[in-house]
């Protein structure tokens, strides 16, 4: 049974070859996305949290992380 890792990654800290990457295993499971799509919706998030057997990329899921403030009346 293959060893994956996780880790979280800011997605400003992604290189292109990453995104690259993820772009590539996404559009094997997904139709109708192009790379300028990908990337702008990309550009949305906060963070990747990357699943990798080794050095190569197996998945991989985003998170956009919002900051609210709320006030409460009691």
């Not at 993820?22 to 550009?43: I, K, N």
């Not at 050095?55 to 998170?63: A, C, K, Q, V, Y």
């Amino acid at each position: 049974m293959p060893h994956l890792s996780a880790r979280v990654v800011p997605r400003v800290a992604l290189s292109d070859a990453n995104a690259h990457a993820m772009y590539a295993l996404f559009e094997r499971y997904y139709d109708g996305v192009s790379p300028a799509q990908f990337r702008a919706d990309l550009a949305g998030k906060s963070h990747v949290i990357e699943l990798r057997e080794g050095d190569e990329l197996r998945g991989f899921s985003t998170i956009a992380l919002r900051s609210e403030e709320h006030t409460s009346e009691l």
